[in-house]
């Protein structure tokens, strides 16, 4: 293959003709790239837009929620005896409470056995669920769980073996001094989740005996006035208390439907009553208002900010003039200026919040805390057709699919496809341009080297017959 080298048959510098012809078929290309990155940077301009709104749609969203301005908290007067919470359906309120007894899980302990010895007869102990009144159980509606029993269990094998059975006790093995004993727990507190135990040996004969092999494991009622073989321990019992002078249970320290929509939790039993009060949730309605506040500045500033104008240029916004974020936040102020007429408060500067010079919004605690005290006259204010809901309303169109803020997103992203097509465009017209040149100035560099060959000769004929010898 020929090795082609342009230029050196004529002198030619063809290479860099070609270089700076191309050069100059690129230059629209870098007014193009500068047009993208400002189209680019108002896209991520209008990203902050968006995002600020989708913030203040929240937060306007919030302030228009009934339930915003429907909430209750609950306290109580000794949170370290009982502890209390408020939720749908409760009503504000003050109640008295007294607690008499904890919830407890039942609780027993067979006699000591040597560490490590085996119970010594094999058969089945038969767990049941109920409950205990005096000396006698009953059972519970759930079936019962049998658990088969080796003689060479060890008291430890026998409470994996329990444990594993899942039924409704757990058991465990304490050592002492050389001497271990099993006992024997209700997995869930309440009167109703009591529990015997019964032996059976290996004919499936009840063990009666209590002192010896498996019946030592024992707990129930063999109709003598009380239960037999193991040692009770504690007993299971309901949690007991008044609310208002009324008895009230519950298998659990958690007292629920008692109050309506209201959750007391007992942790110890009182001496003298505690008193649960059910009120307004101001803390929650003032945050709510604080971060619709919060959202409405942050994204005023950021559209200021966005659009700023200075007149040496230095520090203009990347959306300088751009009449869509502008008219975003022209109405964005109106909404939250208009009122709500029969309403008390019926703008929100009535409400305490209220503009500053610099277009913000500020909060005058001391009318808020006024508002506050009225949470029904604030859901009418902002909820409803209210303030929040207009504006929340305008938040979520402006991000609609339609919407400005989308719209004008969608347009710049076009722009800057159009005009990296144009680049692309461009680039194929220059690689075709190149390629021309290429072969045009490689022609005349091959026809120049040929006229070079033949004012050489000629001159070297002229020469010749110029000599004197000749």
């Given at each position: 293959?020929?090795?082609?080298?342009?230029?050196?048959?004529?002198?030619?510098?063809?290479?860099?003709?070609?270089?700076?012809?191309?050069?100059?078929?690129?230059?629209?290309?870098?007014?193009?790239?500068?047009?993208?990155?400002?189209?680019?940077?108002?896209?991520?301009?209008?990203?902050?837009?968006?995002?600020?709104?989708?913030?203040?749609?929240?937060?306007?969203?919030?302030?228009?929620?009934?339930?915003?301005?429907?909430?209750?908290?609950?306290?109580?007067?000794?949170?370290?005896?009982?502890?209390?919470?408020?939720?749908?359906?409760?009503?504000?309120?003050?109640?008295?409470?007294?607690?008499?007894?904890?919830?407890?899980?039942?609780?027993?302990?067979?006699?000591?056995?040597?560490?490590?010895?085996?119970?010594?007869?094999?058969?089945?102990?038969?767990?049941?669920?109920?409950?205990?009144?005096?000396?006698?159980?009953?059972?519970?509606?759930?079936?019962?769980?049998?658990?088969?029993?080796?003689?060479?269990?060890?008291?430890?094998?026998?409470a994996q073996k329990i444990n594993a059975a899942n039924a409704g006790v757990r058991a465990a093995v304490v050592r002492s001094g050389g001497e271990e004993r099993l006992v024997v727990r209700s997995a869930d507190t309440g009167a109703a989740n009591g529990f015997d135990i019964r032996a059976f040996d290996g004919s499936n004969n009840l063990i009666t005996d209590t002192d010896t092999g498996l019946g030592r494991l024992a707990f129930f009622d063999d109709n003598s006035g009380g239960p037999v073989g193991q040692t009770l321990v504690t007993g299971a019992q309901d949690a007991q208390a008044t609310v208002e002078g009324i008895a009230v249970t519950s298998a659990s320290n958690r007292f629920e439907g008692v109050l309506s929509g209201v959750t007391f939790t007992a942790l110890r039993t009182t001496t003298q009553p505690v008193t649960l009060t059910v009120a307004d949730d101001t803390e929650s309605m003032r945050k709510a208002v604080e971060?619709?506040?919060?959202?409405f500045n942050e994204l005023s500033t950021t559209i200021k900010n966005l659009t700023r104008s200075d007149p040496t240029g230095a520090g203009n916004g990347p959306l300088r003039g751009d009449s869509a974020a502008l008219g975003i936040l022209t109405m964005l102020r109106r909404y939250a200026g208009d009122m709500v007429p029969g309403n008390t408060p019926a703008t929100l500067n009535e409400a305490g919040l209220r503009f500053n010079r610099e277009g913000a919004l500020d909060v005058d605690s001391a009318r808020l805390d006024a508002a506050l005290a009225n949470p029904s006259a604030l859901a009418t204010l902002f909820g409803n057709g209210g303030l929040a809901e207009r504006i929340r309303n305008f938040a979520r169109d402006t991000l609609a699919a339609g919407g400005s803020a989308t719209s004008r997103v969608n347009s710049l992203q076009e722009t800057v496809k159009r005009k990296n097509q144009e680049i692309d465009r461009i680039n194929e017209r220059v690689q075709r341009t190149e390629a021309a040149l290429r072969a045009q100035y490689t022609a005349l560099d091959t026809k120049m080297a040929g006229y070079s060959s033949l004012s050489n000769y000629i001159s070297q004929q002229l020469a010749a017959w110029s000599s004197p010898k000749r």
């Open positions: 293959m020929a090795i082609s080298s342009p230029g050196v048959g004529s002198g030619l510098d063809v290479n860099s003709i070609v270089t700076q012809l191309v050069t100059l078929e690129r230059k629209p290309i870098a007014n193009i790239q500068s047009q993208i990155s400002t189209l680019q940077s108002s896209i991520s301009a209008w990203a902050q837009i968006k995002s600020g709104l989708a913030k203040l749609q929240d937060a306007a969203g919030k302030l228009a929620s009934s339930g915003t301005w429907s909430a209750l908290s609950a306290s109580s007067s000794a949170a370290d005896v009982v502890t209390v919470s408020a939720g749908a359906g409760a009503v504000a309120g003050q109640y008295q409470v007294e607690v008499q007894a904890l919830a407890q899980a039942q609780s027993t302990r067979t006699q000591a056995f040597t560490a490590g010895s085996a119970v010594g007869e094999g058969g089945t102990l038969e767990i049941r669920l109920g409950q205990w009144s005096g000396g006698t159980f009953t059972p519970g509606g759930g079936a019962s769980v049998s658990v088969a029993i080796n003689a060479t269990d060890t008291l430890s094998t026998v971060e619709f506040r919060a959202a």
